[in-house]
């Protein structure tokens, strides 16, 4: 059990382009320049929406109209934008808000959960089975030894080369050994 992570969902990073979260600012400028910031044409990766549109303008000869792959009415080039930076107040204010009306509907669903009854145990666990489905304890020895048959094959080892007769004495090759040679 490792340790329990805080949800801090509201504070996440999150891009003005595609509204997609990031587990810190770093990832959030990787994504804009690679996603955002590319240049359709050749491929170019920028840092900002205006040094795309420079460059659209400059090398393809063209006007840059909207932010490449960005919702409707966050692709304004004109905008300029750094990860969290330049973000407009109202976005961030209604993106938290939206976060803690999640996280209170949340914790009022689980104060809920909580409240309903638990279920009720099983009365017979654990308790001995009728008279009629007993095993004796002659079928359990046997269902043992044939257990720890299947294991022993498992790891290697033959149970009759480590077992020991009443006599003290190894059964095994060295028995069988001794027999021939007399």
Do not use: W
């Amino acid at each position: 059990m490792g340790r329990k992570k805080r949800d801090l969902g509201f504070l996440k990073p999150f891009c003005y382009y595609c509204d997609k979260s990031f587990i810190n600012e770093i990832v959030l400028h990787v994504h804009q320049k690679s996603r955002h910031f590319t240049c359709i044409v050749c491929k170019k990766k920028f840092s900002h929406a205006s040094v795309l549109t420079d460059h659209c303008e400059k090398v393809h000869k063209t006007k840059l109209e909207k932010v490449p792959f960005a919702a409707q009415g966050r692709d304004d080039p004109k905008v300029t934008i750094f990860g969290m930076n330049g973000v407009p107040l109202s976005i961030v204010d209604n993106r938290i808000r939206d976060k803690v009306v999640q996280m209170l509907k949340k914790e009022k669903d689980k104060d809920a959960n909580a409240n309903k009854p638990k279920p009720k145990k099983d009365k017979n666990r654990g308790k001995a089975l009728p008279q009629g489905l007993q095993r004796s304890n002659k079928e359990r020895s046997s269902n043992n030894r044939d257990r720890d048959d299947d294991r022993g094959r498992r790891e290697g080892r033959h149970h009759h080369f480590e077992r020991e007769d009443r006599g003290g004495r190894e059964h095994g090759m060295e028995q069988e050994l001794s027999l021939i040679h007399i």
